[in-house]
């Protein structure tokens, strides 16, 4: 095997690990609920469909990081001071965030969602507007541990986070319904900022230096922003225009709420692997000197990243409706979902090469490139979901999620090849 594979697949194994615990927890949480009401998973998933794009641009904001720890490896006392430059980007993201999550109701009337499920949110928004906050202010020492190599430690606080969060939603959400799955996201988020930053400091060149943000620095600040906000912004597109789709498929009824809201659980499990090694691919790019080293490991971190999604998606072809029987117990959702499958295997493909070719962008600073490709892609799914949706239904929504993904693919492998040759 190539050595950039091996490198790869090396950093790769623990974040893809403790990403995988995390998934199993969120598929816990949706098998709880749908097994309980198909209203309360379509609640939760309407909820979610706000929450992901709104954690989605603290997220980009930290990952605007990357590269500036990156070439810090050898200096991690100037690798914290970044840490705290990216947190004070991401407090103004993370309460503007909090903010769209106390709209949720607002924002569920607009959209059309059925009155049924809108009636089961109760503390569901002010929960997560909380954990929002929580994320914004604590977040970013995993991201740190994997640009100075030390990707192992992020797993603890995965498993840590994981075993909270699964625990926390078998005991509260039979009592608690969707309230009790909020307690679990919002306790298991203050799990792995505890861990993950009390490893961060356990470093010896770190012991006894503060990770929380002190005297800003305008000037570093601005220069991370320039890097972070539009990957900020491209998950906010990204994500944004993904809540209307699911919106969408809410007009067409509980159970084609409840239906997408698993298969987009599923989706997260299928696409681990590329994920996982995209962020492990970004600070190594960060760091190549030539174009052809930084295009290697792009091309690695892609055919790790596709086998990935590829393999999964075979085992829920091939087992699809005993995979999907699991997250709920209404016979109209489980034949909508397992007719869904290969459209959502194709999707989860596309969209997955996407992510690592944005992370390719980013390590070579130009994410301003990804989000103009967001802005591409996700347009022509928002314009064309809705027309799609009432003409072929859930069928249609998942083919212009395809054609979405295709596009931004697409551009960024263009802007990749065109950045790296530099």
Known sequence: MPSPHRALLAAAVPLYLSMSAGVVAQLVGTALLGRQATAQLAAFALVNAVLTPVTAAVSGGLRGMAPFVAACRDRPGEALAVLKDARWLTLGLGAAGAGVMLGVPMIARIGGAPGEVAAEFGALPPLMAAQVLLYAAGSGAGGMLVALGRSRLVLRSGLSSTAANIVLHLVLVPRMGVQGSGVALLASTAVAVAVSNTLLLRLPELRGRSPWPGRPRPREILRMARVGLPMSATLVVKFAVLGGVTYAAARTGAQGAAAHAVLLSLHGLLGLAAVAVAQAATPEI??????????????????IGAAGVLAGGLVLVLLGEA??????????????????????????????????????????????????????????????????????????????????SLIAATTQTAGFLRFSAR
């Open 286 to 303: 960060a760091r190549a000197v030539l174009p052809g080293e930084a295009r290697r490991l792009n091309r690695a971190a892609l055919t």
């Open 323 to 404: 995979v999907l029987g699991l997250f709920t117990s209404d016979a109209a959702v489980l034949a909508v979902a397992v007719g869904l499958v290969p459209l959502s295997v194709v999707y989860a493909l596309a969209d997955h090469c996407a992510i690592v070719m944005s992370a390719g962008l980013t390590a070579l600073r130009r994410s301003s490139w990804t989000l103009g490709s967001a802005v591409l892609g996700n347009g022509v799914l928002a314009a064309v979901a809705g027309p799609a949706a009432q003409a072929w239904g859930l069928n249609g929504l998942w083919l212009a999620l395809i054609a979405g």
